[in-house]
C-alpha cells in the first residue's frame, strides 16, 4: 500500500562502514554514518581530502558498497543488491555529474546527451524528443553538433548537467561540479542546479567551498569518515532537524 511518509525519504543510511585494506594496513572511510535525505531537498556534503566525501557520494550512487550498515534508496534495502540490479536501478533513478565532465570525445553534445537514453533502450522517436528537450532548457542547441573539445569548460558542465537530467532521475550527484570552472562558469552551473532543485529534484552534492555550499538547504560537514554536524537554512528547516538526527528505522519499518 502507499505511503506518502515512505516515498518522502530519497536517502535512509544506518550505521553505515566502509574500509579500505591496502596490505596490512587498513584504512576507514566512512565511520558508522547514518544520513537521511528527503525527496526534493539539497544536500552539501563538505570536508577536507580524505575525509571521504566521494566515497559516500559512490556509495549513494550504487557505484560502490559498504562493508556494513543499511542502505535504503527510495524505500528499498539496496544493501545486498546484486551488481545487475544496481546498475540497472542506477540508470534509472541517479543522475551524476562529475568535476571532469567525463564527456565522451567522439560523440557531438547531442549524442552525449542521448548516451544514457540508450543504456535505458528508449525508441529513438521518445529519446531525441528528450534530447532536444533538455538541449532547449539548457540553452545548448546552437552547439548540439559541437563535440567537447569545442566546448568551453562551462559548456561541458552544461551539457554534463543535461546529461544527468535527461533520464528524469529521482537523485542528482555532483562531485565537485564547479571544481574546474571560473568563478563565472561556477555561479553559472550552480544557478542551474539550484533551478533544478526548485523544480522537485533531489540533489546531494560534494563541494570545497563555502559560497556554493550556500545554496544548498542542508550542509554536512565530514571529518575522518564522521558526520561531525549538520547545518539547516531557514527557520523551518532548523525545527526539521530533529527529524534527520533520529535514528533510522529497521528494514522493516516504515521509513
Known sequence: MYDERKEARVIAIRDMKKTYAHGDVETTALNHIDLKVKAGEFL???????????????????LDNANSGEYRFLGEDVSKYSERKRARLRKATIGFVFQSFNLIDDLSVSGNIELPLIYLGLSEHERRRRV?????QMQLIP???HYPQQLSGGQQQ??????????????????????????????AVMSLLTDMHEAGTTIVMVTHSPAYAEYARRVVHLFDGQILSENFKGIADAEASWLYRQPVMAANAIL
Do not use: F
Not at 563538505?46 to 549513494?60: E, N, R
Not at 532536444?132 to 532547449?136: C, Q, W
Not at 551539457?159 to 563565472?184: C, H, M, Q, W, Y
Open 44 to 62: 552539501a556534503i563538505m570536508g577536507p581530502s580524505g575525509c571521504g566525501k566521494s566515497t559516500l557520494l559512490h556509495i549513494l550512487g550504487l
Open 132 to 136: 532536444l528537450n533538455i538541449m532547449e
Open 143 to 145: 552547439r548540439k553538433n
Open 158 to 187: 552544461r551539457v554534463a548537467l543535461a546529461r544527468a537530467l535527461v533520464t528524469n532521475p529521482k537523485l542528482i550527484l555532483a562531485d565537485e561540479p564547479t571544481g574546474n570552472l571560473d568563478s563565472a562558469n561556477g555561479d
